[in-house]
């Protein structure tokens, strides 16, 4: 059973610092690794991809990927109230391209 | 540009009543996918769609019927809900071939069974 695995939370941090998000993976076969966001009571939102060892920057936001260690984060620099929501860490890994989900990170960012 | 559309948002059914989510796409997305998303167990795929008349189980099948006869369409069906069948589902679609899997949701629906 492939799986992926996140810290529950909440992650509590104050306005301007930089929030590390964390997940693991299963399956040394996973290529593509993703970040969605998913404020309260709405849709899952594609915020980061990654496919190469190493860092990818957005904006505020940096992907990081290992996968000898089979590990993926997700830093937030700046962290603005806004932020606040639940990250799900997603990793290909079905048959037909499926993606398998973490159970996602509650992040608070507090004023 | 739409994209990904679900009616309805929101539905109160009864226990043992046949419900149909729907779900439609505009940007010809060949993949397509069901979720349910439940407090405690995450984003479970329930069926997906490589494209029109093909589809497959995923990880909780159980009690839903799936159909796909428009690229655009892919309704899902409780045959006789439960209430164990109560939760948000998300449907979700991905370009295919030559993306990365990236997937994109629509905006769900909360569906109550009483």
């Known amino acids: 059973q492939k799986e992926v695995e996140q810290n529950s939370g909440p992650l509590s941090v104050p306005e301007g610092a930089i929030a590390s998000l964390n997940c693991t993976y299963s399956?040394?076969?996973?290529?593509?690794f993703f970040w969605y966001r998913q404020y309260s009571g709405k849709s899952p939102e594609l915020i980061m991809f990654i496919y190469s060892n190493g860092d990818k920057e957005d904006g505020r936001f940096t992907a990081q990927l290992n996968k000898a260690s089979q590990y993926v984060s997700l830093l937030i620099r700046d962290s603005q109230p806004s932020d606040s929501a639940t990250y799900l860490c997603a990793v290909n890994g079905g048959s037909q391209g499926n993606l398998i989900f973490g159970k996602g990170t509650k992040l608070s960012v507090k004023p | 540009d739409a994209g990904i559309t679900q009616s309805p948002r929101y539905k109160i059914t009864e226990t043992g009543r046949q419900v149909t989510l729907m779900c439609h796409q505009t940007?010809?997305?060949?993949?397509m996918f069901w979720y349910r998303q439940d407090l405690g167990h995450g984003l479970r795929l329930i069926y997906y769609s490589a494209a029109a008349d093909i589809t497959d189980k995923g990880e909780v099948p159980d009690g839903y019927v799936v159909s796909r006869s428009k690229t655009e369409n892919f309704p899902l069906t409780l045959e006789s809900a439960t209430r164990s069948q109560t939760s948000v589902y998300f449907c979700?679609?991905?370009?295919?071939?030559?993306?990365?899997?990236?997937?994109?949701f629509g905006p769900g629906t909360r569906l109550t069974v009483t």
């Open positions: 979700a679609s991905r370009i295919y071939p030559g993306a990365n899997y990236e997937q994109y």
């Open positions: 940007w010809s997305h060949s993949y």
């Open positions: 399956d040394r076969g996973s290529q593509s």
